[in-house]
């Protein structure tokens, strides 16, 4: 069975920095490309960052590019995103998801998600 | 960037109805389209892909049409349990954006 199980959320003051945790069981992790999505209360789904198999290929929502890093763990079957200079805005449940298919090229689209965490961003 | 719009916003019907979703692409993304469902506090559910592939297990009452620029998800013999906030998102290439959102309530 798939599972995606995310930690590292909580409350954090403006400017601090965060690391959120994914781990993944139940399919080889290696084979897949991992995204982060995020939802702030009340509000829709937002993509935030991807990274391929071994890691060389990352890519970032623009309004994040260059506070946020995404990076993964083959041998821990982790995904991570790093998370500095916080905002207000940023206050949301991330996801980690899965791409559907093992191939090369990311099939972009997500069939497993985790249930998120929470990471609030308030003085 | 490409452009990613929904509507509407909000509809509400009722059971039994056919309910219909538009997802509008600028420019075009070819058929790189997904519909997800998410129930209140759950975790999105993948309904469709490839515009209108229908992911495994999923109801043949929802279907998906369209490629290029707009595309639509449709919703045939409407149930209870359909009720959720229905979201597109694109894949050609990242950042793999979603649209706003369209929540569904059963009248």
């Known amino acids: 069975e798939v599972q995606l199980v995310e930690s590292g959320g909580g409350l954090v003051q403006p400017g601090g920095s965060l690391r959120l945790s994914c781990a993944a069981s139940g399919f080889s992790f290696n084979n897949y490309w991992m995204t982060w999505v995020r939802q702030a209360p009340g509000k829709g789904l937002e993509w935030v960052a991807n990274i391929n198999q071994d890691g060389s290929e990352r890519y970032y929502l623009a309004s994040v590019n260059g506070r946020v890093t995404i990076s993964r763990d083959n041998a821990k079957n982790s995904v991570y995103l790093q998370i500095n200079s916080l905002r207000p805005e940023d206050t949301a449940v991330y996801y980690c998801a899965r791409d559907v298919s093992p191939f090369h090229d990311s099939s972009g689209f997500y069939e497993y998600w985790g249930q998120g965490t929470l990471v609030t961003v308030s003085s | 960037d490409i452009l990613i719009s929904q509507s509407p916003s909000s509809l509400s019907a009722s059971v039994g109805d056919t309910v219909t979703i538009t997802c509008r692409a600028s420019p075009d993304i070819n058929n790189y389209l997904a519909w997800y469902q998410q129930r209140p506090g759950k975790v999105p559910k993948l309904l469709i892909y490839g515009a209108s592939t229908l992911q495994s297990g999923v109801p043949p009452r929802f279907s998906g049409s369209g490629s290029g620029g707009v595309f639509t998800l449709t919703i045939s013999s409407l149930q209870p349990e359909d009720v959720a906030t229905y979201y597109c998102?694109?894949?050609?290439?990242?950042?793999?954006?979603f649209g706003q959102g369209t929540k569904l309530e059963i009248k």
């Open positions: 998102q694109k894949y050609n290439f990242a950042p793999n954006a």
